[in-house]
């Protein structure tokens, strides 16, 4: 499944399915009573636009649905 990173340098957004899950927490029960992963997500590529290595939780990057 590939998912969508924003890069935090140039605000830009691209999509990999080549990432790996570091820091998993399970999963958490929200305010609203919604679940969410804790968990975060590292492209194991660097970023397309900077050149750097980005790491991102997992409850901040946008629905790869919309």
């Given at each position: 499944?590939?998912?969508?990173?924003?890069?935090?340098?140039e605000n830009r957004t691209f999509e990999t399915d080549d990432f790996i899950?570091?820091?998993?927490?399970?999963?958490?029960?929200?305010?609203?009573?919604?679940?969410?992963?804790?968990?975060?997500?590292?492209?194991?590529?660097?970023?397309?636009?900077?050149?750097?290595?980005?790491?991102?939780?997992?409850?901040?990057?946008?629905?790869?649905?919309?």
């Amino acid at each position: 499944m590939k998912l969508v990173f924003v890069c935090p340098k140039e605000n830009r957004t691209f999509e990999t399915d080549d990432f790996i899950v570091i820091e998993d927490n399970g999963i958490r029960i929200g305010e609203g009573g919604d679940k969410i992963w804790d968990a975060k997500v590292e492209p194991t590529s660097a970023c397309p636009f900077c050149g750097r290595k980005h790491v991102f939780c997992v409850s901040e990057l946008p629905c790869p649905f919309t």
